[in-house]
């Protein structure tokens, strides 16, 4: 009698136990939600745009706006970039502007 009295008072204990657990989880407060969209958008913005400007290539950032001229005359290019160049091409990375000005200053 004795035992089965201990396994019904273990029991209902575990019971409690497990209620208190549940119960506190659910008051903890869950960090605050991110946007998506701002999160998509920084993924996506684009580091530079690189134009023609003043006749040459120019490098643009969206913080800065102008923070390169290089001498690379847009009038030397093939008609195709100086087409891109006109609409502005973006960059999303160093590397990828790196590899971009020095196409055009082949």
Do not use: H
């Not at 273990?10 to 903890?28: E, F, I, S, V």
């Not at 701002?38 to 996506?44: D, I, Q």
């Not at 290019?77 to 160049?85: A, I, V, W």
């Amino acid at each position: 009698m004795m035992q089965k009295t201990l396994r019904l008072r273990l029991a209902a204990g575990l019971g409690t136990l497990a209620l208190g657990l549940t119960g506190a989880a659910a008051l903890r407060p869950s960090p605050a939600p991110v946007p998506v969209s701002a999160t998509v958008a920084e993924v996506s913005a684009p580091l530079y745009t690189v134009r023609e400007y003043m006749g040459v290539v120019a490098v643009f950032s969206p913080e800065n706006g102008l923070v390169r001229l290089t001498d690379c005359a847009v009038a030397s290019l093939p008609e195709q970039d100086r087409l891109r160049l006109a609409e502005g091409v973006t960059v999303d990375s160093e590397e990828a502007l790196a590899m971009l000005l020095e196409d055009y200053q082949g």
